[in-house]
């Protein structure tokens, strides 16, 4: 449902309608918080520390946040020349896309297969 939730938000974005992309990325900004419960739980069940898991979660999150900007100018540079620069905002629905893709594909396999 998060991962729509911001699909919907991102692809309003992108047709330029600021508003009505703020309320579906209420929903889509809170999948931070189940994702750090399962990995707390997966973590706890694995023998690896609660302080150690949030710990490599703050690193992941911090690559991701020094890269996320590279990668943005990278897609913004490319919607200014194909057309309209709010264009940018199909990046991150596709990556929404990706994630669900990814959280359904997980969700199907065995226990312990990933």
Avoid: D
Wanted: glycine share 8%; net charge positive.
């Amino acid at each position: 449902m998060t991962h729509a939730a911001s699909l919907l938000a991102f692809l309003a974005y992108a047709r330029g309608r600021f508003w009505a992309g703020l309320v579906p990325l209420i929903i889509g900004q809170q999948r931070r918080t189940l994702i750090i419960s399962w990995l707390l739980a997966e973590a706890s069940s694995s023998g690896i520390g609660r302080g150690e898991m949030l710990a490599m979660t703050v690193n992941l999150r911090a690559a991701v946040e020094t890269l996320g900007p590279i990668v943005y100018n990278v897609a913004q540079s490319h919607a200014v020349r194909r057309g309209p620069p709010a264009q940018v905002f199909y990046a991150p629905a596709i990556l929404a896309v990706l994630a669900e893709i990814v959280r359904i594909c997980l969700s199907r396999t065995k226990p312990g297969a990933c």
